[in-house]
């Protein structure tokens, strides 16, 4: 079945430094990926988006390049600030069972210090 | 505005006292889901509902019931809350294959 994998966290970064986050899956064909943030106190929303192969998403300075060959969606960030400070998911859009029923990564925590 | 709406944001109970957690969305979406969220352990799926009047298990449906008798409603039912019920929970709605939308969360405790 999908799978996704995300790098364990917390990750701890300074302000301006880069970030990436890693992300991996295991899916039948060439689904949509997401990335969700989760900011303290609050729900998921969508952070960006990928529906095929090399396309990229982006949103808020946040990147992620759709990588067929790796079946990889790396998140990036050239330079984070302390508000970026949150939990980060990494999705597919369904497929289990056949059915819509979408795939969450574990979650990676990033705190970043002034 | 578009909104999934959970009540109550937090909640307080003791062992065995039946209790409702609502959710309500204004976006006419089919897909709804429930979701636990623990501490190294991620977004655990309780129940989902692909429509009115249809419901499935999701990872962790033990202790749980939920129904859907309106497309917009989505109430997760705890017949009987056991302290390791103790968690925070969100409720999602969605079209097929697009990006979800969360509630705000319901933090609950069972002592």
């Known amino acids: 079945g999908d799978s996704v994998t995300q790098m364990e966290g917390p990750v701890t970064l300074s302000e301006e430094a880069f970030l990436t986050i890693n992300c991996t899956y295991t899916a039948t064909g060439y689904p949509s990926l997401f990335w969700y943030v989760q900011y303290p106190g609050e729900g998921l929303q969508l952070l960006l988006k990928a529906t095929k192969a090399d396309d990229k998403g982006s949103n808020k300075g946040f990147e992620a390049t759709y990588r067929k060959e790796t079946t990889s969606f790396h998140l990036e960030k050239g330079s984070v600030q302390v508000s970026d400070s949150a939990v980060y998911f990494c999705?597919?859009?369904?497929?289990?069972?056949?059915?819509?029923?979408?795939?969450f990564g574990r979650g990676t925590s990033l705190i970043v210090h002034p | 505005e578009a909104q999934v709406t959970q009540n109550p944001r937090y909640l307080i109970t003791v062992t065995g006292k039946k209790l409702t957690v609502t959710c309500s969305q204004n976006m006419n979406h089919e897909y709804m889901s429930w979701y636990r969220q623990d501490p190294g352990l991620g977004l655990r799926q309780i129940y989902y509902s692909m429509n009115v009047e249809v419901t499935d298990k999701g990872d962790v449906p033990e202790g749980y019931k939920v129904s859907r008798k309106e497309k917009r409603n989505f109430p997760l039912i705890l017949e009987s809350p056991s302290p390791n019920q103790t968690s925070l929970y969100f409720c999602?709605?969605?079209?097929?294959?697009?990006?979800?939308?969360f509630g705000n969360g319901t933090r609950l405790t069972v002592t």
């Open positions: 999705a597919l859009p369904g497929g289990r069972g056949g059915s819509y029923i979408p795939t």
């Open positions: 999602a709605s969605g079209p097929g294959g697009s990006p979800l939308h």
